[in-house]
């Protein structure tokens, strides 16, 4: 999968995560802010990280905005921003 334009998915709602994917400059940069990060920073990381290594993607810029989602939730997130930015539009 190849990143082409940037593109949203999710919302700013209790529960959920807003993840907003860009290209890259040949690496992977996440900038995270969440209402638990204290407590779950690490594994949202590591959520996110593992979706874009299984998508084969090497470079990417995410902002992610969550509000306790759970990691299905940034999954399925993140999944849809992928697949949106890498279709013509």
């Not at 990280?49 to 990417?60: R, Y």
């Not at 990691?71 to 997130?77: E, F, L």
Request: proline residues 2%.
């Amino acid at each position: 999968m190849i990143i082409q334009h940037p593109a949203v998915c999710g919302t700013l709602e209790s529960s959920d995560v807003m993840i907003t994917v860009s290209p890259g400059d040949g690496e992977i940069c996440i900038d995270l802010d969440s209402t638990v990060d204290m407590y779950y920073h690490d594994q949202i990381i590591k959520v996110m990280k593992e979706l874009l290594a299984l998508e084969g993607i090497s470079s990417a810029k995410i902002k992610a905005v969550d509000h306790g989602a759970l990691d299905c939730t940034i999954k399925a997130r993140l999944k849809t921003a992928l697949v949106r930015s890498s279709k013509e539009v």
